[in-house]
């Protein structure tokens, strides 16, 4: 039996260039891969980005090789690339089931085989033991929490509640299906995988149940991309929160320390979630650079997205950062339920608060990512807020316009963006600070650079 799986579905030009967008391993996809090659299952991964392929090519690709199941994982702006990939393998291999999971289809399992008939089965939330079920044969409708066809033709979900995944017992992701070094720095590596926080506006792809790897098990899958792949920057996040627990992370850092694994690392974490302390233990270990969730500077809005931190904590550990020499990306989310140009401009005096302390920033508008609250608010056109199309592809979260607002128009949040961008980047400091640092330099492309310049003036 074989198995192709993609490890992006990205086939159409982004117009969105300010957001952040770059050649990358796909962390579930390699993990699912390995998962299946521990059953006997042949995978096959192929990478359209990376090939600069268009849909047509990659159902080539795919018709030529002896496979049974193909595998996509799409978030919400990818799903018409990735519909239109499965569409095209269809018209040339129409027995071949072709299985979607990511976030948009783990939001909405059923709709999203509704919308696009080139899918078979969608999957929802993690994905290496149902994926493993479909291709062994066990019938959909006794797999819990996937989206499959009726021999009517009608999409429905199954009941139960799988079991989740021991993380320790996958095996070592599937690097070596991949060009390793074709790709840009750093590696993802999983070290812990749900958030139980309750953002209103994130989606919680695999859940809000935390599993972690053991500090063992993540130690050794670590050495092994140094070692192995020669790998020498890695990110320590994939699902938004690491550190989250503190005896965790003080001993990875301590473990990291112990092995002698002379790396640069990053992670994305709470601001909540750190202390000086913590941080000193990071720094030593490693890491060198921080991205924290700011979103807004207004404290009432910060509870009121259920976000849960304080403005004190927020200038608390970013200078913190500071102090120990690490480099910090800030991300804010500009039209937020119940934003309004007071607490924009709150949120633009904190800007100006924290530009000295931080290297990088950037600027998000609000997107109602299916299976958020802020989705069904906005469907429902509470807080200010009002859906005006469901195009997937305009889902993206530079932008933007998506929304309507009571408050102000899309035109006057995307000046507000231009001016947060000028506030943060506009001064002959600021760019040779984004200049001299390896992170800014690794994590802003030249194209991404010129158009965040480029908006300032809008």
């Given at each position: 039996m074989r198995v192709l799986l993609l490890n992006s579905c990205a086939v159409s030009h982004t117009t969105d260039t300010?957001?952040?967008?770059?050649?990358?391993?796909?962390?579930?996809?390699?993990?699912?891969?390995?998962?299946?090659?521990?059953l006997g299952v042949e995978v096959v991964v192929l990478d359209p980005r990376l090939e600069k392929l268009q849909a047509p090519e990659v159902a080539e690709r795919i018709a030529t090789l002896a496979t049974e199941y193909v595998g996509y994982s799409a978030i919400t702006e990818e799903i018409h690339d990735a519909a239109e990939i499965a569409a095209e393998v269809k018209k040339r291999r129409p027995g071949i089931v072709n299985i979607v999971g990511g976030c948009h289809a783990g939001a909405l399992p059923v709709e999203t085989l509704r919308q696009f008939s080139g899918f078979d089965i969608?999957?929802?939330?993690?994905?290496?033991?149902?994926?493993?079920?479909?291709?062994?044969?066990?019938?959909?409708?006794?797999?819990?929490?996937?989206?499959?066809?009726?021999?009517?033709?009608?999409?429905?979900?199954?009941?139960?509640?799988?079991?989740?995944?021991?993380?320790?017992?996958?095996?070592?992701?599937?690097?070596?299906?991949?060009?390793?070094?074709?790709?840009?720095?750093?590696?993802?590596?999983?070290?812990?995988?749900?958030?139980?926080?309750?953002?209103?506006?994130?989606?919680?792809?695999?859940?809000?149940?935390?599993?972690?790897?053991?500090?063992?098990?993540?130690?050794?899958?670590?050495?092994?991309?140094?070692?192995?792949?020669?790998?020498?920057?890695?990110?320590l996040s994939t699902n938004g929160t690491w550190p989250l627990g503190r005896a965790h992370c003080e001993q990875i850092c301590e473990g990291m320390l112990s092995r002698g694994l002379k790396i640069r690392w990053a992670t994305s974490t709470r601001v909540d979630l750190v202390d000086p302390e913590l941080l000193a233990l990071m720094r030593r270990a490693g890491c060198d650079m921080i991205d924290f969730g700011i979103e807004t500077a207004s404290a009432e809005m910060l509870g009121l997205c259920r976000k849960g931190t304080s403005h004190e904590a927020i200038i608390s550990s970013v200078e913190a950062c500071h102090r120990l020499g690490l480099d910090v990306e800030l991300n804010f989310l500009l039209g937020l339920p119940h934003e309004s140009n007071e607490t924009l401009k709150q949120t633009r005096d904190l800007v100006r608060r924290l530009r000295r302390f931080s290297t990088i920033a950037n600027f998000h508008l609000l997107v109602p990512f299916p299976g958020t609250e802020v989705y069904e608010m906005a469907l429902r056109n509470e807080a200010g807020l009002r859906i005006i199309h469901n195009d997937w592809r305009k889902y993206t979260v530079q932008r933007g316009g998506v929304l309507a607002y009571d408050n102000f128009s899309q035109e006057d949040l995307h000046a507000w963006q231009a001016r947060m961008y000028r506030c943060y980047y506009f001064s002959f400091r600021k760019f040779l600070q984004v200049l001299r640092s390896p992170n800014a330099r690794e994590m802003i492309s030249p194209s991404r650079l010129l158009y965040m310049i480029r908006s300032m003036f809008l």
């Open positions: 300010l957001q952040r967008d770059y050649l990358s391993i796909n962390p579930g996809i390699a993990s699912i891969a390995s998962h299946l090659r521990s969608a999957v929802q939330g993690e994905g290496e033991l149902p994926f493993a079920d479909i291709v062994r044969g066990t019938p959909p409708e006794n797999i819990a929490e996937i989206a499959f066809r009726t021999a009517g033709g009608e999409a429905v979900f199954t009941a139960g509640h799988r079991v989740l995944v021991e993380l320790d017992d996958l095996p070592f992701p599937a690097w070596d299906l991949y060009q390793v070094s074709r790709y840009r720095p750093p590696m993802m590596v999983e070290l812990v995988r749900a958030c139980p926080y309750g953002c209103n506006f994130c989606f919680h792809a695999v859940g809000r149940q935390v599993h972690y790897k053991s500090p063992a098990r993540a130690l050794d899958e670590i050495e092994h991309c140094v070692e192995r792949y020669g790998i020498r920057f890695l990110y």
